[in-house]
């Protein structure tokens, strides 16, 4: 599938990067890079996982009206319990029961320049 900008192809159907001045080389990669972070949740990496060795205290970095970011969270099998800054709205105003499952999947908007708006959802293997 080709990619336009304004009805011009900038990626053909071979990945190949065509109609842009001073640039060449394939796209090869749809997919984001995946960050390991310990604590802190930056806002410009947009897929971040963290398998937890202890309980975590998260802090927010980079936030801007509009970034989005993933956790994909793995608590361990001893069970650690993360904890979110005052920053991070969860839907329905219910942060998750975090003992309910060991693997995690956290979507995160930024409402603002201050505020996260969050919504989890747990799975076991």
């Known amino acids: 599938?080709?990619?336009k900008v304004a009805s011009t192809t900038v990626i053909d159907d071979s990945r190949v990067l065509t109609n842009l001045a001073g640039a060449s080389g394939n796209y090869?990669?749809?997919y984001p890079t995946i960050t390991a972070v310990s604590?802190?949740?930056n806002?410009?990496?947009p897929v971040m996982t963290l398998t937890m060795t202890s309980n975590v205290t998260f802090s927010e970095s980079n936030k801007g009206q509009g970034r989005n970011?993933?956790?994909l969270l793995d608590r361990n099998t001893?069970?650690?319990t993360p904890s979110f800054s005052a920053n991070?709205?969860?839907a329905e105003d219910t942060e998750p029961t975090w003992s309910d499952h060991r693997y995690w999947h956290i979507s995160m908007w930024c409402w603002s320049n201050t505020v996260v708006r969050a919504?989890?959802?747990g799975y076991d293997n």
């Open 1 to 3: 599938m080709a990619i």
């Open 28 to 30: 090869s990669s749809f």
């Open 39 to 41: 604590s802190v949740l």
């Open 43 to 45: 806002f410009t990496k």
């Open 69 to 71: 970011s993933i956790l």
């Open 78 to 80: 001893s069970g650690y």
């Open 88 to 90: 991070v709205n969860w």
């Open 119 to 121: 919504a989890a959802v």
